[in-house]
T-cell receptor, first 113, second 115 residues
């Protein structure tokens, strides 16, 4: 059964700084997803990583996937207050011929002005 | 463009009561799922379905029932509510076929309190 671990769980950072959120998973996952959740809101998709070595970038966020290390990273460049949110990664191994999405515990990011 | 619609948004139950959380999607997604979100626990998969008539258990299925009679609807039933089921529930759907991105689309969530 896939287990997904994120660290750190909480992250407080100054505007303008860089930081990385790590997502480790326990068994083979065919793909890896990153989602963002604002307080009291639903989840929205940020990145879909479909293969080893995949790298996706959107604005100040960049996600990568290393399937051999069972590791995905979400890198934040020059953080701004608007990036304050909770970020989740999710693995999706094929189980009985279909994908089964398992989420990490989330990383709550707070960007201080 | 409705996407994934959940009802109700808020519900308060007494221990032992039953209720159904409704989920409907208009994107013709084969895959639908229910998650619960608790502080410090992330999202945990309750049940999922890969098409009409097909359901399977997730990580935390006990105390919950599902059925999938149509592609559009995937209701979650609490048969006898317990305080431990106080949570925020999310329904999510996707295209789940191989070769597709498979990203999940989430509903707005249903906040359930069991007294």
């Amino acid at each position: 059964e896939l287990k997904v671990e994120q660290n750190p769980l909480f992250l407080s950072m100054q505007e303008g700084k860089n930081y990385t959120i790590y997502c480790n998973y326990s068994t083979t996952s065919d793909r890896l997803y990153w989602y963002r959740q604002d307080p009291g809101k639903s989840l929205e998709s940020l990145f879909v990583l479909l293969s080893n070595g995949a790298v996706k970038q959107e604005g100040r966020l960049m996600a990568s996937l290393d399937t051999k290390a069972r590791l995905s990273t979400l890198h934040i460049t020059a953080a701004v207050h608007d990036l304050s949110a909770t970020y989740f990664c999710a693995g999706a191994p094929i189980t009985s011929g279909t994908y089964k999405y398992i989420f990490g515990t989330g990383t709550r990011l707070k960007v201080l002005a | 463009n409705a996407g994934v619609t959940q009802t109700p948004k808020f519900q308060v139950l007494k221990t032992g009561q039953s209720m159904t959380l409704q989920c409907a999607q208009d994107m013709n997604h084969e895959y639908m799922s229910w998650y619960r979100q608790d502080p410090g626990m992330g999202l945990r998969l309750i049940h999922y379905s890969v098409g009409a008539g097909i359901t399977d258990q997730g990580e935390v299925p006990n105390g919950y029932n599902v059925s999938r009679s149509t592609t559009e609807d995937f209701p979650l039933r609490l048969l006898s509510a317990a305080p431990s089921q106080t949570s925020v529930y999310f329904c999510a759907s996707s295209y789940n076929g191989l070769g597709l991105s498979g990203e999940l689309f989430f509903g707005e969530g249903s906040r359930l309190t069991v007294l």
